[in-house]
Nanobody, 124 residues
Framework: QVQLIESGGGLVQTGGSLRLSCAASGRAFSSYTMAWFRQAPGKEREFVAACRLSGGCTYYAGSVKGRFTISRDNAKNTMYLQMNSLKPEDTAVYYC?????????????????WGQGTQVTVSS
């Protein structure tokens, strides 16, 4: 059993930065696929970035590549999402996810555990 708690969300202006954190408890997640998803009101939950046991933290949605950086600290059971050059289109609730399977990392259906979410709002 894994419990995930996100933090670090807030209100920023266009072009600003935020760093989100995802703290895990109950079990170490070094062997899990870890990812960030986001969901805006009235829209489907979408993939943002992921870390895999094979491949590292190198997987990003095209809309955030070059602006966001995902990382993980296995010793602290914590995953991060550094978000730079934020745009209003990035406004959403951001969710941390963990799954044992390593296939289809951008598919929300393969993840076993989810955090409660943290709100990110980017104003013009």
């Amino acid at each position: 059993q894994v419990q995930l708690i996100e933090s670090g969300g807030g209100l920023v202006q266009t072009g600003g930065s935020l760093r989100l954190s995802c703290a895990a408890s109950g079990r170490a997640f070094s062997s899990y696929t870890m990812a960030w998803f986001r969901q805006a009101p009235g829209k489907e939950r979408e993939f943002v970035a992921a870390c895999r046991l094979s491949g590292g933290c190198t997987y990003y949605a095209g809309s955030v590549k070059g602006r966001f950086t995902i990382s993980r600290d296995n010793a602290k059971n914590t995953m991060y999402l550094q978000m730079n050059s934020l745009k209003p289109e990035d406004t959403a609730v951001y969710y941390c996810a963990a799954g044992y399977r390593q296939s289809s990392y951008s598919d929300k259906r393969i993840y076993d555990y989810w955090g409660q979410g943290t709100q990110v709002t980017v104003s013009s």
